[in-house]
């Protein structure tokens, strides 16, 4: 049985079945953020596949201009350095694939019904226990990297006030300590089967996607710049943008970038 706090680069690697995600492995005991880390990496030549961890981030960042609490033993705080060979649209596809990833990595290691809150957001019992971060280097040719940051709640047992009604841990939704070398393992290896699948069969990818998201076939509130408006989530497009058909019957495509959102019933 693995150590139950074994987030090491040895425990990481035991038995870890990928040619190409986590080869190369960077721990760190503390980093400001590790995607911060990872672009510097990146944009010095760091290979294909290359893992940033840290034990502790002192300035995590979310998506929209948010922190991401990163207290030392307690989450995984990691980001993968890609370096994706396909068009543009793959490569922006590449947020579809880390999200499937973390979500069957955490079904697969604790047994939860971890489902995928478009865009980036893993839930489990309408509880965020997941969030991404991805960030692209790119010119208007070719995409040199993209750095895919994941943070995951792992044995965190409250939350700050601001995220108590909305985030859960891993541990606190299986009942068990769940070992963290093992999670970034399983991530690791579903990574780089859902781009391979992408890669081989697309359509096949979609329908995986689709299968554990939370979002496809629900209503949703849309909140953007421009104004809030519901409907319902209808499907994605081939770069992963959401297609959401208003309450008027229009069929509108959502950036991820742009908006926040949400179930009518809820955050999810
Ligand atoms: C979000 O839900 O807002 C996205 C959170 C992403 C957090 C991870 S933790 C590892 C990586 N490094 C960062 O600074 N952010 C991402």
């Given at each position: 049985?693995?150590?139950?706090?074994?987030?090491?680069?040895?425990?990481?690697?035991?038995?870890?079945?990928?040619?190409?995600?986590?080869?190369?492995?960077?721990?760190?005991?503390?980093?400001?953020?590790?995607?911060?880390?990872?672009?510097?990496?990146?944009?010095?030549?760091?290979?294909?596949?290359?893992?940033?961890?840290?034990?502790?981030?002192?300035?995590?960042?979310?998506?929209?201009?948010?922190?991401?609490?990163?207290?030392?033993?307690?989450?995984?705080?990691?980001?993968?350095?890609?370096?994706?060979?396909?068009?543009?649209e793959?490569?922006?596809r590449?947020?579809?694939?880390?999200?499937?990833?973390?979500?069957?990595?955490?079904?697969?290691?604790?047994?939860?019904?971890?489902?995928?809150?478009?865009?980036?957001?893993?839930?489990?019992?309408?509880?965020?226990?997941?969030?991404?971060?991805?960030?692209?280097?790119?010119?208007?040719?070719?995409?040199?990297?993209?750095?895919?940051?994941?943070?995951?709640?792992?044995?965190?047992?409250?939350?700050?006030?601001?995220?108590?009604?909305?985030?859960?841990?891993?541990?606190?939704?299986?009942?068990?300590?769940?070992?963290?070398?093992?999670?970034?393992?399983?991530?690791?290896?579903?990574?780089?089967?859902?781009?391979?699948?992408?890669?081989?069969?697309h359509?096949?990818?979609m329908?995986?996607?689709?299968?554990?998201?939370?979002?496809?076939?629900?209503?949703?509130?849309?909140?953007?710049?421009?104004?809030?408006?519901?409907?319902?989530?209808?499907?994605l497009t081939h770069s992963g943008?959401?297609?959401?058909?208003?309450?008027?019957?229009?069929?509108?495509?959502?950036?991820?970038?742009?908006?926040?959102?949400?179930?009518?019933?809820?955050?999810?």
């Amino acid at each position: 049985m693995e150590r139950m706090d074994d987030l090491t680069a040895e425990a990481i690697a035991a038995g870890l079945e990928t040619e190409w995600a986590g080869r190369e492995m960077i721990l760190l005991d503390s980093v400001d953020s590790t995607n911060r880390r990872a672009r510097m990496l990146a944009a010095d030549g760091a290979v294909h596949g290359t893992l940033v961890l840290a034990k502790r981030q002192t300035a995590g960042r979310g998506r929209r201009g948010r922190g991401w609490i990163s207290p030392e033993g307690e989450g995984i705080f990691l980001s993968l350095i890609v370096r994706p060979e396909g068009t543009p649209e793959q490569a922006v596809r590449l947020s579809l694939a880390v999200a499937l990833a973390a979500a069957r990595a955490i079904v697969r290691e604790t047994g939860i019904d971890a489902c995928i809150k478009w865009p980036n957001d893993i839930v489990a019992q309408g509880l965020k226990v997941c969030g991404m971060l991805l960030e692209m280097d790119a010119d208007e040719h070719c995409v040199h990297s993209v750095v895919a940051g994941v943070g995951i709640n792992v044995h965190q047992q409250a939350f700050p006030e601001e995220i108590r009604h909305t985030a859960s841990s891993l541990d606190l939704l299986c009942g068990h300590r769940v070992s963290r070398a093992a999670v970034v393992r399983a991530f690791l290896e579903e990574l780089e089967a859902a781009v391979a699948l992408d890669n081989r069969d697309h359509e096949a990818f979609m329908r995986a996607y689709a299968e554990r998201s939370a979002t496809l076939g629900s209503r949703v509130q849309v909140i953007s710049l421009s104004g809030t408006y519901t409907g319902t989530a209808e499907g994605l497009t081939h770069s992963g943008t959401l297609l959401v058909r208003t309450d008027d019957g229009e069929l509108r495509e959502v950036l991820a970038a742009d908006v926040s959102v949400r179930g009518i019933m809820g955050y999810v």
